[in-house]
């Protein structure tokens, strides 16, 4: 592990990466190996935390790669501003958000986050630092590339002017799969972002029952009913923090039986219909990080999450894939559907127009390798893919077919780094 906190030390850092190459690692929330380098060097960004400039008329930043999306919020939310895209997590970095693209509960709205990027630093294997731009082959192949052009150094973008640090939000319930999707395709045009969370447990007439949340930043006249506390600052920054989950966890905690009990509570528990709930930020978009190592609940085992994308027209694949993984009984509290708009530049990019499910599943459940090697087979056969930064056991030979700009993404590799400077355990693996 290298950890440079300058350029000029990213720039001498290189010289580590000659045995078995390296890879830029932001904040580690990528859930397989995409920042991992077995016997090679990692390069911790973390170093390079600088916010250089922010336009406080525009919303344009400058900052460092390694500065995270909860950094930029401390500081833009009190000017009126906010990150154009977030995850499910505030913690991660802006030269990761890069990397893989991220997408939000906006996207059928705003796209990933390289769609408001305006420039970016790059550290290619020769040494030499390129300023990238829209449009370039280069700024395609390193937005979603997963780190494998080269390091980010620093970024310029656009963020996103907001009145008030709270969310306007309306939750309803879905009674099943078809429910839930008739109501995102006639209705999500009316909200800036949206998110429907599953139970994948059901079944029967139930199948795919769901609990649909939506919203929009709330304007400064929505607080009227809050304490005074909150009236007087509209755009404080309060994230809550709840008490980190035990280290050690049963094993065998999560069955189908207890997650079961847990997706009927939080189905029942949800309001059928309710509108205009005021709710922060941080429990809006990034509640699970209220809790810390939250992933503990999953026992030593740990868990696998997986998420795919398939096109509009292949609503049949989706709820044939949604059947499948309520017929074996996945026991997934956190299974989530959104509607993503159109697609993005970059060539490894996850998203296109459609339908995306994300579920996490514990990773020593029977028969999940054969059950999704099945699930990857139909995806692709669809016109679908699975997230690069979520996977960790994808086979290669699907991976062309469900990336169709892989062969260009290869080339202008062999084209700027053809010692293979740029290696992951995911490069290696996907022969990226």
Known sequence: MVRPRSREEAVAALGACAERGGIARGLGRAYGDAAQNAGG???????????HTIDADTGTVVCDAGVSLHRLMEVLLPLGWFVPVTPGTRHVTVGGAIGADIHGKNHHVSGSF????RSFDLLTADGSVRTVRPGSRLFDATAGGMGLTGIILKATFRCLPVPTSFM??????????DDLMARLTATDHRYRYSVAWIDLLARGAATGRAVLTRGDHAPL???????????????????????????????GLLTRATVGLFNEFWYRKAPRLRRGELQRLTSFFHPLDGVPHWNRVYGRGGFLQYQFVVGHGQEEVLRGIVHRIAGHRCPSFLA??????????????????????????????????????TLDEEVAAAGGRVYLAKDSRLRPELLTTMYPRLPAFRALRAEL????????????????
Do not use: C
């Open 41 to 51: 060097a990692v390069l911790d960004m973390t170093g390079l935390d600088r916010v």
């Open 168 to 177: 306007a939000v309306d939750t309803e319930r879905a009674s099943d799969l």
């Open 114 to 117: 390289s769609r408001h990027v």
């Open 336 to 373: 989530v559907l959104k509607r993503f708009g159109e697609a993005d530049p970059g060539w490894l990019s996850f998203p296109l127009p459609g339908w995306t499910l994300a579920l996490d599943i514990p990773a020593g459940l029977p028969g999940l390798a054969a059950l999704l090697d």
């Open 221 to 251: 006249e929505a607080l009227s009913g809050l304490p005074a506390r909150a009236r007087r600052d509209p755009l404080a920054f309060r994230p809550r923090q709840l008490p980190a989950a035990p280290a050690f966890v049963p094993e």
């Open 417 to 432: 780094d053809p010692e293979g400077l740029f290696r992951s355990d995911l490069s290696r693996r996907l022969g990226l």
